[in-house]
Nanobody
Framework: QVQLVESGGGLVQPGGSLTLSCATD????????MAWFRQAPGKEREFVAAISWSGAKTLYTDSMKGRFTISRDNAKNTMVLQMNSLKPDDTAVYYC????????????????????WGQGTQVTVSS
């Protein structure tokens, strides 16, 4: 079992930036494809971004491309989501997720393919 713990959420003004982190216990982090999803009030959970084992391959939802950057540091067993130019529509609970195995370049936008989930961190964009 892989434990995922998100941090870094909070309140930010429109146009501001926020950095989310997802930490693991590290035993298999370097072979886990990682991703961020989010769920806004009254809406279904949606894909944000994913990153492959080495970090060489990334995948973003079009609406977040250019504003959000996903990265990972396997030595620190941590994944990061840097969010810039935040909008009120970005308000949501953000979840990190992971899946073991497959191959080094694997990334996915599909929730059902992820087997490990964090508890979520709230991001609120408001003036």
């Amino acid at each position: 079992q892989v434990q995922l713990v998100e941090s870094g959420g909070g309140l930010v003004q429109p146009g501001g930036s926020l950095t989310l982190s997802c930490a693991t216990d590290g035993r298999t982090f370097s072979t886990i494809t990682m991703a961020w999803f989010r769920q806004a009030p009254g809406k279904e959970r949606e894909f944000v971004a994913a990153i492959s084992w080495s970090g060489a391959k990334t995948l973003y939802t079009d609406s977040m491309k250019g504003r959000f950057t996903i990265s990972r540091d396997n030595a620190k067993n941590t994944m990061v989501l840097q969010m810039n130019s935040l909008k009120p529509d970005d308000t949501a609970v953000y979840y990190c997720a992971g899946v073991l195995g497959y191959y080094s370049g694997y990334v996915s936008q599909f929730q059902y393919e992820y087997e490990y989930w964090g508890q979520g961190t709230q991001v609120t964009v408001s003036s």
